[in-house]
């Protein structure tokens, strides 16, 4: 199976989900199943179908993210450098509306739009991904062709 790329702090973020499912969660919905079973029939039962519906999901999660730790690849962007890749901190200028943006690119289990994370797999990220300082890229979005131009690229 492929590695997952990941940075210190995604794979950190995901381990700490991780402990916090097999700590805390598990625990609690064991109890709840335990305390809705007390209540008689389990056939109507709505506590224990809805605690039995939780607890799938987290044990669904904890596979998951047992799955991806066990895969991942951490990579320390502060020994990069150079041309745009894995972990880089890139700030944009859109050519049409002026308006900047940052992004770090990242693996797809860490990415967050909001939060200025971009999947490595996205459109985006793909188009930047070996570009340098000063080149321009041109993305294919939803909403249209959008041109860029690159003014840093940061790894730390």
Do not use: C, W
């Not at 951490?74 to 050519?95: M, Q, R, T, Y």
């Not at 971009?118 to 991904?129: D, E, G, M, Q």
């Not at 993305?139 to 940061?154: A, D, H, M, N």
């Amino acid at each position: 199976m492929d590695k997952i790329p990941l940075t210190q702090a995604g794979f950190n973020k995901l381990d700490a989900e991780l402990k916090h499912l097999k700590s805390v969660e598990r625990p609690a919905i064991i109890r709840a199943i335990a305390e809705a079973r007390e209540h008689g029939d389990l056939s109507e039962n709505a506590e224990y179908h809805s605690a039995k519906e939780k607890q799938s999901f987290i044990e669904g999660r904890v596979k998951e993210l047992e799955g991806v730790i066990s895969l991942a690849d951490v990579i320390n962007p502060a020994k990069l450098s150079g041309s745009i890749k894995f972990g880089a901190l890139v700030e944009l200028v859109d050519e049409d509306t002026d308006e900047e943006k940052t992004y770090q690119i990242v693996g797809e289990y860490e990415a967050d739009i909001e939060g200025g994370r971009l999947n490595i797999k996205s459109p985006l990220a793909r188009a930047l991904i070996g570009k340098d300082e000063g080149d321009s890229v041109e993305v294919r979005t939803p909403g249209g062709q959008k041109s860029y131009e690159i003014l840093s690229i940061v790894y730390k």
